[in-house]
């Protein structure tokens, strides 16, 4: 059983920015994919961004591209999303998320395996 614990979260100004971090329990981490959704008061969860195992390939909804930047440190078994210009629209909570396939299925189809609890991001105008 992978466990995944988020932090980081909290309030910020419009036009600035937190990182997200999410830490894995077990060292199989290096073989899941990982991702971060969201999710909005009164909306569906919705895709952020994902990382393939080996760190070397990403992928981001176009609401964050430019924004916002995954990555991943395997030995510490923690993945991160920089998140810079945040904007009121980016107020939600964010779950991170573990895959033990592609980032095109977390992408395009919400895939996962585990979730974390969730960390609050709300950002003020």
């Known amino acids: 059983q992978v466990q995944l614990v988020e932090s980081g979260g909290g309030l910020v100004q419009a036009g600035g920015s937190l990182r997200l971090s999410c830490a894995a329990s077990e060292r199989i981490f290096s073989s899941y994919s990982m991702g971060w959704f969201r999710q909005a008061p009164g909306k569906e969860r919705e895709f952020v961004a994902a990382?393939?195992?080996?760190?070397?390939?990403?992928s981001y909804a176009d609401s964050v591209k430019g924004r916002f930047t995954i990555s991943r440190d395997n030995a510490k078994i923690t993945v991160y999303l920089q998140m810079n210009n945040l904007k009121p629209e980016d107020t939600a909570v964010y779950y991170c998320?573990?895959?033990?396939?592609?980032?095109?299925?977390?992408?395009?189809?919400?895939?996962?395996?585990?979730w974390g609890e969730g960390a609050q991001v709300t950002v003020s105008s």
């Open positions: 990382i393939i195992w080996s760190g070397s390939t990403t």
């Open positions: 998320a573990a895959y033990l396939g592609g980032i095109g299925s977390i992408a395009t189809m919400g895939s996962t395996d585990y």
